[in-house]
């Protein structure tokens, strides 16, 4: 069994988020959906979420990304900026 190393989460600018503090997501893991990268982890929440550690890309549905092999994110890290209401990877690359 290969063990896959998780690209880190380096940054998000979505401090409206439960998962960020700092300026850093704190999921176990994200997942990156949608037509624009969306973090389709994003949630709004009176609670503070997550863990200690820094949230990896647990699986990225954008198969068009130069970065993405079977729908898995193989960059070394990603950065997730807020846009209005949504939070998209800003590493996205059009193969
Ligand atoms: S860099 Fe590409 S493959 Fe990786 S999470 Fe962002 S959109 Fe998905």
Known sequence: MTTLQLPLVSTCSA????????????AGAITVT???????????????AGQDATASVGACHRSECVFNAALECTAQDVAIESSGDVASC???QLA
């Open 15 to 26: 401090s409206s988020c439960a998962y960020n503090r700092d300026s850093a997501c704190h």
């Open 34 to 48: 949608g037509d624009a990268s969306t973090c389709g982890t994003y949630v709004e929440s009176g609670t503070q």
């Open 90 to 92: 800003r590493t996205f």
